[in-house]
């Protein structure tokens, strides 16, 4: 979204559903921002609220009544080992713990805007999985997939979707060697499935740096990258990333 004629102000938000989202300034009176939908949000009607921060104050800018289209997903079966499906109890304590790792993370919002150019595909390959498809493994439903699963070889390069910092380097029960970047705004995309990972928590990425290799590490069922988006703690479709900065949107272009 653009937002035109704010005067003044340290900050725009936008409120949508129980999500605040942050804009970033792109020139004296016109912000710009993207917020995200929940996958669970019923098709129809939803109200956006912005408001203007200054100093303490935080004052209503504008209520925007947006639409929202519904969207079919597909069902997808796979097959992995059964202790994948069905948990022990260590197990599940594992993955529970490593959650609440990851949500600690993303639930941060770093102030400013860490990315420049628009965002890119971490690698080129195959899409074997959309993001949202209901995921049925080994008969037995399990919550929706939470990224876009691009096939390549084991040991294909993995590169930043945009520049950020490293947030948060892991090896988890689901997502194997995992990497997270912060891309400022409450904005940061992840890689799960790593052979190997490159970086370290708190270093510096640029737009195509190299973050790992492509394995099959966690719960996978074959070498693959899973790219993940998360905006104020929301999972977005990363496709949707790409598109918002094509051609129509976006401050800059590269
Ligand atoms: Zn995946």
Known sequence: MTVHGVEGGDAVRAT??????ALWQLSDTT?????AVDREQAPGQASLLLSVLRQQDRQPLAALTMTVAPREYPEQHLRVQEGMV???PEDQERAARENRVIRKVLGRR??????QTPFAMPLSGPVTSAFGV???YNGTPKSYHSGLDIAAPRGAPVHAAGAGTVALVGDYF?????????HGLGLYTAYFHLDTVAVREEQQVAAGGELGQVG??????GPHLHWGVYLSGRKADPLS???AFGAAGGGETP
Not at 16 to 21: L, T
Not at 31 to 35: D, F, S, T
Not at 110 to 115: D, H, I, K, N, Y
Request: avoid cysteine; aromatic fraction near 14%; charged fraction near 25%.
């Open 216 to 221: 099959s590490t966690g719960r996978s069922t």
């Open 16 to 21: 949508f559903g129980d999500r605040e989202f």
């Open 241 to 243: 990333l790409l598109h």
């Open 174 to 182: 689901y997502t194997g060697h995992t990497v997270f970047v912060d």
């Open 110 to 115: 770093t102030a400013e805007r860490l990315w």
């Open 134 to 136: 209901r995921r049925v």
């Open 31 to 35: 912000w710009e921002g993207l917020a």
């Open 86 to 88: 069905h948990l022990s």
